[in-house]
């Protein structure tokens, strides 16, 4: 069971709620903790929540950050849009965000058409992606852009893996949670409660071997700018940004190192 708790702060939506606990494996509470991190399930949303250290983590894909990158964050000319191959008069790709945290890049990538699905292995996060996509789902300007979006609770190797052949997505996107190094000052701080929360990705490599073994034309890791690459295989090409680095493994240079022709 999942030690963080699940309180319903509104009466209305109880059933929402133990539909939420009995998918994601949440245990219920019946009032809002003193101490520690739980999920609130609110008359709009559901969110993670604390005592008194910093405000409310979401998952968001109709307004804020998320409306402003739909509306004006520079289409497929975006770093996130270059990197997994997207071009003008080109099929878009079928993505699987393999690390999806809270949705914000397979957002992004499916408002730009890619059929995008979400594995996050997370009970926290997935329960937070869930609402973000029902709330979504049913808001006129992004109910399109979440009909691209599938979210999947599970350990990304192992769903890797045991895909079919038919299933198996055009680009595998990796964006791994890594130790604090104590350089994230300026990280903010709802979003260091989001990480103590869902803990670090210690099986990177690990997932970039699934990740490869899985994508038919590329997998695309984000890192810090100055990050090191993933340990296993060296990247093909970089996409350097501002404070991110996009690493792409081209899958027809790869494959043959992985033992399938």
Request: charged share 25%.
């Given at each position: 069971?999942?030690?963080?708790?699940?309180?319903?702060?509104?009466?209305?939506?109880?059933?929402?709620?133990?539909?939420?606990?009995?998918?994601?494996?949440?245990?219920?509470?019946?009032?809002?903790?003193?101490?520690?991190?739980?999920?609130?399930?609110?008359?709009?949303?559901?969110?993670?929540?604390?005592?008194?250290?910093?405000?409310?983590?979401?998952?968001?894909?109709?307004?804020?950050?998320?409306?402003?990158?739909?509306?004006?964050?520079?289409?497929?000319?975006?770093?996130?849009?270059?990197?997994?191959?997207?071009?003008?008069?080109?099929?878009?790709?079928?993505?699987?965000?393999?690390?999806?945290?809270?949705?914000?890049?397979?957002?992004?990538?499916?408002?730009?058409?890619?059929?995008?699905?979400?594995?996050?292995?997370?009970?926290?996060?997935?329960?937070?992606?869930?609402?973000?996509?029902?709330?979504?789902?049913?808001?006129?300007?992004?109910?399109?852009?979440?009909?691209?979006?599938?979210?999947?609770?599970?350990?990304?190797?192992?769903?890797?893996?045991?895909?079919?052949?038919?299933?198996?997505?055009?680009?595998?996107?990796?964006?791994?949670?890594f130790p604090d190094t104590g350089k994230s000052a300026a990280a903010k701080k709802d979003m260091q409660a989001f990480q103590h929360v869902i803990g670090d990705d210690l099986d990177t490599a690990a997932l970039l071997?699934?990740?490869?073994?899985?994508?038919?034309?590329?997998?695309?890791?984000?890192?810090?700018?100055?990050?090191?690459?993933?340990?296993?295989?060296?990247?093909?090409?970089?996409?350097?940004?501002?404070?991110?680095?996009?690493?792409?493994?081209?899958?027809?240079?790869?494959?043959?190192?992985?033992?399938?022709?």
């Amino acid at each position: 069971m999942n030690s963080t708790p699940l309180f319903c702060a509104e009466p209305a939506r109880k059933d929402t709620a133990l539909r939420l606990a009995e998918r994601f494996g949440l245990a219920r509470v019946k009032q809002r903790p003193e101490t520690g991190y739980w999920l609130e399930l609110g008359d709009t949303r559901l969110s993670l929540e604390t005592v008194g250290r910093h405000g409310s983590v979401y998952a968001e894909f109709v307004e804020g950050a998320a409306r402003h990158r739909r509306e004006q964050g520079g289409g497929r000319g975006q770093p996130v849009a270059r990197a997994i191959g997207l071009k003008g008069g080109v099929a878009a790709p079928f993505v699987v965000d393999a690390t999806a945290g809270l949705g914000r890049d397979g957002f992004v990538l499916a408002s730009l058409g890619c059929r995008v699905t979400l594995v996050e292995r997370s009970p926290v996060a997935a329960a937070l992606l869930h609402d973000a996509l029902e709330r979504a789902s049913v808001h006129p300007d992004t109910m399109d852009i979440a009909a691209r979006m599938r979210l999947v609770h599970a350990n990304s190797i192992d769903w890797l893996a045991a895909l079919d052949e038919k299933e198996r997505p055009d680009v595998v996107f990796v964006d791994p949670m890594f130790p604090d190094t104590g350089k994230s000052a300026a990280a903010k701080k709802d979003m260091q409660a989001f990480q103590h929360v869902i803990g670090d990705d210690l099986d990177t490599a690990a997932l970039l071997e699934a990740a490869i073994a899985a994508a038919r034309t590329r997998v695309v890791v984000k890192r810090p700018r100055l990050g090191p690459p993933i340990e296993g295989y060296p990247p093909s090409a970089n996409l350097d940004g501002k404070s991110t680095r996009f690493d792409l493994y081209s899958i027809k240079a790869l494959r043959p190192a992985c033992g399938q022709g």
